[in-house]
């Protein structure tokens, strides 16, 4: 009896630690708190961001974020976005190593 309640204690554990790692964020669309969820985006990035995007409208992509918002630059913006953080529902793609 107690190990099956363990044992779905621990299964709902896993399956919402998965359902949250996959949650994505839209830049465009999110508000500060849905922002601020993304690992690597603390309150002042988030607010970067809203204001950015009040200023100059949405963002085209992830080249418009990074040039639009001190602070994120390449190798950031590929590690909020595998945090989730998109733009248009678009993940950054990571950076190609150099040749």
């Given at each position: 009896?107690?190990k099956k309640?363990l ?19 839209d830049v ?5 708190a849905?922002?601020?969820?993304i ?9 970067a961001?809203?204001d950015e995007?009040?200023?100059g409208?949405?963002?085209k992509n992830?080249?418009d974020?990074?040039?639009?918002v ?6 950031s913006a590929?590690r909020?976005s595998?945090a989730?953080l998109t733009v248009d529902?678009k993940?950054?793609?990571a ?5």
């Amino acid at each position: 009896m107690i190990k099956k309640c363990l044992l779905t204690i621990i299964s709902m554990l896993v399956l919402a630690n998965a359902c949250h790692a996959a949650a994505k964020v839209d830049v465009n669309q999110a508000d500060q708190a849905a922002l601020d969820g993304i690992k690597g985006v603390g309150p002042r990035t988030s607010q970067a961001i809203l204001d950015e995007r009040q200023k100059g409208g949405k963002f085209k992509n992830w080249a418009d974020l990074e040039q639009r918002v001190k602070g994120i630059k390449k190798k950031s913006a590929v590690r909020l976005s595998d945090a989730g953080l998109t733009v248009d529902g678009k993940p950054r793609k990571a950076i190609e190593p150099a040749q």
